[in-house]
């Protein structure tokens, strides 16, 4: 009933820049935060950047002024700008999303999660 979809990942060399974009389509009431993370081979997924339908906004440390998250509420789509990419940034990126969904008897908040795209930065 809700899918999240992401775009825009690829290979990229260090000191690139790379934007994903992740919409949201489906019965959806509104949706609270959106979220990127991702997940390296071997490693656990992580929080890379949060925001919240009011503006908040959260980063994780190691990304923080390289990368900007934002999102165009009408179309239920969120991104992200990555700049100055490094090696270390190499990862699946994951959206996720908060949200209030409804179905033809009912409504309810649920977690969703698009499919992931690979980001590659070679040095």
């Known amino acids: 009933q809700v899918q999240l979809v992401e775009s825009g990942g690829g290979l990229v060399q260090a000191g690139g820049s790379l934007r994903l974009t992740c919409a949201a389509s489906?019965?959806?009431?509104?949706?609270?935060?959106m979220n990127w993370y991702r997940q390296a081979p071997g490693k656990q997924r992580e929080l890379v950047a949060g925001?919240?339908?009011?503006?908040?906004?959260t980063y994780v440390r190691s990304v923080k002024g390289r990368f900007t998250i934002s999102r165009d509420n009408a179309k239920n789509t969120v991104y992200l700008q990555m700049n100055s990419l490094k090696p270390e940034d190499t990862a699946v990126y994951y959206c996720?999303?908060?949200?209030?969904?409804?179905?033809?008897?009912?409504?309810?908040?649920?977690?969703?999660w698009g499919q992931g795209t690979q980001v590659t930065v070679s040095s």
């Open positions: 925001i919240t339908s009011g503006g908040s906004i």
């Open positions: 996720n999303a908060d949200l209030y969904y409804y179905t033809d008897y009912a409504h309810g908040t649920g977690d969703y």
């Open positions: 489906g019965k959806i009431l509104s949706i609270n935060a």
